[in-house]
T-cell receptor, first 109, second 114 residues
């Protein structure tokens, strides 16, 4: 079967760094997405990785290792507004999105 | 865990025809379902919010006569793209809300209009 695993909840301190991991097992791979979703709002696109390596975009970076079926989202200089759910999704060989359950990130002052 | 399915997963249709996409919550009742459209490598665009037994609420700029939404039961919502045109080709994703804090996404339907 296909599945995406990511932690259910994480807590971090304002100003710190946090890494949210995502492991996947899918039939084929056509890219991995990270989305941020605040409660009651639509998900916001953060990153798309299709090749191995690290993609940096401001305070957010995303890493992919296709051989390990592994990705992480790295958030630096955490701000209170970063409190949200972070969704990992993989597009499989049929271009279907397989969604993780999301990681609820709680930022404490 | 909560599972949301969509059918079909992929559809190709001719310009001018209508296409119906189903969204089902398989193991829970969803009082609210959402329909999104995904543009390549971009955020999901919320099209409408569908509540069981009532009319859908459409986001600004989404034509309700073109994108017909029916939330017939607590486990089924349908999106019908009427008189489809090539510019309607996209990836349509639904999600279902179980409780206020839990929203589960479907795998998406890729629509290609020729």
């Amino acid at each position: 079967g296909q599945n995406i695993d990511q932690p259910t909840e994480m807590t971090a301190t304002e100003g710190a760094i946090v890494q949210i991991n995502c492991t996947y097992q899918t039939s084929g791979f056509n890219g991995l997405f990270w989305y941020q979703q605040h409660a009651g709002e639509a998900p916001t696109f953060l990153s798309y990785n299709v090749l191995d390596g690290l993609e940096e975009k401001g305070r957010f970076s995303s890493f992919l290792s296709r051989s390990k079926g592994y990705s992480y989202l790295l958030l630096k200089e955490l701000q209170m507004k970063d409190s949200a759910s972070y969704l990992c999704a993989v597009m499989d060989s049929n271009y279907q999105l397989i969604w993780g359950a999301g990681t609820k990130l709680i930022i404490k002052p | 865990g909560a599972v949301v399915s969509q059918h079909p997963s992929r559809v190709i249709c001719k310009s001018g025809t209508s296409v119906k996409i189903e969204c089902r919550s398989l193991d829970f009742q969803a009082t609210t379902m959402f329909w999104y459209r995904q543009f390549p490598k971009k955020s999901l665009m919320l099209m409408a919010t569908s509540n069981e037994g009532s009319k859908a609420t459409y986001e600004q700029g989404v034509e309700k006569d073109k994108f017909l939404i029916n939330h017939a039961s607590l486990t089924l919502s349908t999106l019908t793209v009427t008189s489809a045109h090539p510019e309607d080709s996209s990836f349509y994703i639904c999600s279902a809300r179980r409780v206020e804090s839990e929203q589960y996404f479907g795998p998406g339907t890729r629509l290609t209009v020729t």
